[in-house]
């Protein structure tokens, strides 16, 4: 049995008997890793404050060379997130970027510059203004995708590589991996999306999370960008994430004053 340390990201977590854990961390190094925390169902559990999803966390686990589930020696808080956990619709977003990374990173290491972004999407998710949180999520999706080698070709045509002209149509394909001019568009399937949709997803790709923390593209555009997780990532991971919807219904929710009526 060996003993190790590492910083991560709580992922999920899930009831193991009447008092016990199973948690998914998403650690440093490590890649993914599920480990045991024993008593953490219990009210008085050391674990118990620390293994909430997305706390970041300093982690001594065990692991054994007869099982794959490691188990929980210590466990520390180095941020709780708890301006993600107590608002609803930061904790929508928390679900989903949770999601992304639980279906995109399957091995036991995690890939590099990937836990950084993680971290430093949860730390602005906590204080970025609401309505900057959609340019913020589009930003991170296409970093993610960039790290893990997934990033959609945007430079000229996926099909004929020809250059798309400000002037022209122009499609986004999910299925393709990224633009299509209109010739190629009609062989086959593409969203039309406006050339300015294309320079802000470019944009987004390039530019420092911290720098979009107070930005927004503009209703249209914004709608347009979510090709992106609604399209492009549902075919990059041959599955659809099932907490966007939950995004988009907070939201909903909210727009309409309902989320105060709910709970009234
Ligand atoms: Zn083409």
């Excluded at 991560?8 to 045991?36: F, H, M, N, P, W």
């Excluded at 180095?78 to 989903?96: A, H, K």
Aim: positive net charge; aromatic residues 10%; glycine residues 6%.
């Amino acid at each position: 049995m060996r003993l190790y340390k590492t910083d991560a990201i709580v992922l999920s977590d899930s009831e193991l008997g009447d008092q016990d854990k199973i948690i998914t961390l998403l650690s440093d190094q490590y890649g993914k890793i599920r480990a045991v925390a024993k008593g953490a169902r219990r009210l008085k559990s050391r674990f118990a404050p620390a293994v909430q999803m997305p706390s970041y966390v300093n982690a001594v686990l065990y692991r054994s060379q007869r099982i794959e589930v490691d188990t929980f020696n210590e466990c520390k808080i180095n941020s709780p997130f708890l301006g993600i956990r107590n608002d609803l619709v930061r904790l929508s977003y928390g679900y989903y970027l949770v999601e992304l990374i639980m279906k995109f990173i399957r091995g036991a290491e995690t890939p590099p510059f990937l836990f950084d972004l993680v971290l430093k999407m949860l730390f602005l998710l906590e204080t970025t203004p609401e309505k900057s949180l959609p340019v913020l999520m589009r930003s991170f999706e296409l970093k993610m995708l960039t790290i893990l080698g997934y990033r959609p070709y945007l430079a000229g045509c996926v099909d004929c590589h020809r250059r798309i002209e400000k002037s022209r149509q122009v499609y986004f394909s999910g299925y393709e991996g990224g633009i299509l001019c209109s010739s190629c568009s009609r062989k086959r399937v593409g969203k039309l999306v406006s050339y300015e949709a294309i320079r802000w997803m470019k944009f987004f790709a390039n530019t420092p999370l911290k720098k979009l923390a107070n930005m927004r593209a503009g209703e249209k555009i914004e709608k347009e960008l979510k090709v992106i997780p609604e399209s492009y990532i549902p075919h990059r991971l041959g599955e659809d994430v099932l907490s966007y919807d939950f995004i988009e219904t907070v939201q909903d929710l909210e727009k309409d004053g309902d989320l105060e009526k709910i709970i009234d």
